[in-house]
């Protein structure tokens, strides 16, 4: 085997994990001149009873016996699992950000203004005529949304009859919903690990 999942990659499933180990291990074997089969045979066979056609594919994977290969595997595959568990919470680590890059609800968002270069119908800059000076204007970056209201109308009915006999004004449970959400994103982000939070913050340095 060897290192096949990095720090960074897409995670895997326990199965597709699984799966591609054992194929990089078929792989290696094949390479060693080993035959479908020769993995059980390896396993079951003492080193000093090897035939010489295994024992020349232990030697071709470059190791003195089996059990050092499949020792040598098994330190590939926790890497692996490290790795791919890293991978995990670097996923979750950038959906939680992402959660809380959200404006809440109940604070709504401001509108966000800019400046850029004016241009004509064609796309060419547009300059000022008596300065020379670039005409800027001014642009809507990001649209205002208003808070949604903090409380909203809920039906009341007659327990007896189950027919409405009013209403009653009650929290608003999309803010609720809302505020558990960006609570649940702060604390996969607040428990991740250092080297997880780093990883992401070394990412969005680099940029795309």
């Known amino acids: 085997m060897t290192v096949f999942i990095q720090k960074g990659d897409a995670p895997l499933s326990a199965r597709q994990a699984t799966k591609r180990g054992m194929a990089f291990v078929a792989s290696e074997l094949a390479l060693a001149g080993g035959r479908k089969g020769d993995e059980e045979l390896l396993r079951v066979i003492p080193h ?9 594919v232990v030697h071709a994977l470059g190791y003195v016996s089996y059990e050092a290969v499949a020792l040598g595997w098994e330190a590939d595959n926790a890497i692996n699992q490290t790795n791919n568990m890293f991978n995990h919470q670097l996923v ?11 404006y809440r609800l109940a604070d ?3 509108e966000v203004t800019g400046e850029q270069r ?3 119908d064609q796309g060419v800059p547009v300059f000022d005529e008596a300065t020379g000076d ?6 809507v970056a990001q649209t205002a949304i208003d808070p949604i209201p903090a409380q909203v109308e809920q039906a009341v009915f007659d327990e007896t009859t189950g027919e409405q006999i009013g209403a009653e004004m009650v929290a608003n449970p999309a803010i609720a919903r809302d505020d558990a959400e960006r609570a649940q994103a702060q604390a996969v982000i607040d ?5 997880v939070s780093a990883h992401a913050a070394a990412e969005e340095a680099a940029g795309p």
């Open 48 to 56: 000093e009873n090897l035939p010489p056609r295994l024992a020349a």
């Open 92 to 102: 979750a680590y950038r959906a939680a950000q992402a959660r809380l890059a959200q």
């Open 108 to 110: 709504g968002r401001p």
């Open 118 to 120: 004016a241009t004509d």
């Open 134 to 139: 670039p005409v800027m204007e001014t642009i």
């Open 191 to 195: 428990g991740m690990p250092v080297e």
